[in-house]
């Protein structure tokens, strides 16, 4: 496997890992509720659970770096596939510096506002990504970004209108459901994207070794 293959196969590790972080954080925190509760409730500050999160959520940011890079390398000469690796290499180092919010029914603080602006921020890079990786690899996956696009909207929605009822620490029955299809809806792109380009080398390699078996 070359180097650029082993980045882009970050891509797959980092969804996997964002996975796995969600199991354990629950499974750690008994009384969480995957249904009802967000994501960022298992890293909150004074959550049960934010210990075991943290060192996956590390080694997520570190791995989305590494598939960023891998995507940059495979660009070529396709300046869209430039914006999308920039786009994960930056949603990769900010999030590494994401300010935890604190658990429901406290007394919020500036971590928390931070908090918000972090994850709009992080929003708008994820649409940026998919929206120009859409362009760089054909016709089908140009239509898959879309319907990605569709789905992260359509959800995001949904997110965004439990804002209230999180902040008053009231009952959020099926946000957990609707933001994780948000955000599994963009981890199940990048997977997806992480396997095109890796066949794509793959490709380009058997080519050049066919070119070279046929000069000799």
Not at 14 to 25: D, H, K
Request: hydrophobic share 50%; proline share 3%.
């Amino acid at each position: 496997m070359s180097s650029r293959s082993a980045l882009q196969l970050c891509g797959v590790l980092s969804s996997l890992v964002y996975i796995a972080a969600n199991v354990v954080g629950a499974i750690v925190w008994r009384d969480y509720s995957s249904y009802s509760q967000t994501i960022s409730e298992l890293s909150a500050i004074g959550a049960p659970s934010r210990s075991a999160w943290l060192p996956f959520g590390i080694a997520y940011d570190v791995l989305v770096v590494a598939f960023g890079i891998g995507v940059w390398r495979s660009a070529r000469d396709r300046r869209s596939m430039r914006v999308t690796g920039a786009m994960l290499i930056a949603i990769g180092a900010i999030g590494a510096f994401w300010p935890p919010m604190h658990m429901r029914g406290q007394l919020g603080t500036l971590t928390d506002t931070l908090h918000v602006v972090w994850a709009s921020v992080v929003s708008v890079m994820i649409m940026l990504a998919v929206g120009f990786g859409a362009a760089a690899l054909g016709k089908w996956f140009r239509r898959y970004s879309i319907a990605t696009i569709v789905a992260m909207l359509l959800f995001g929605t949904g997110t965004f209108l439990y804002a209230p009822a999180v902040g008053a620490n009231l009952p959020t029955p099926g946000l957990g459901v609707i933001e994780r299809a948000n955000l599994g809806a963009y981890l199940l792109w990048v997977c997806v994207l992480a396997v095109t380009l890796m066949r794509e080398d793959s490709h380009e390699r058997e080519w050049s070794l066919l070119s070279a078996a046929r000069s000799d």
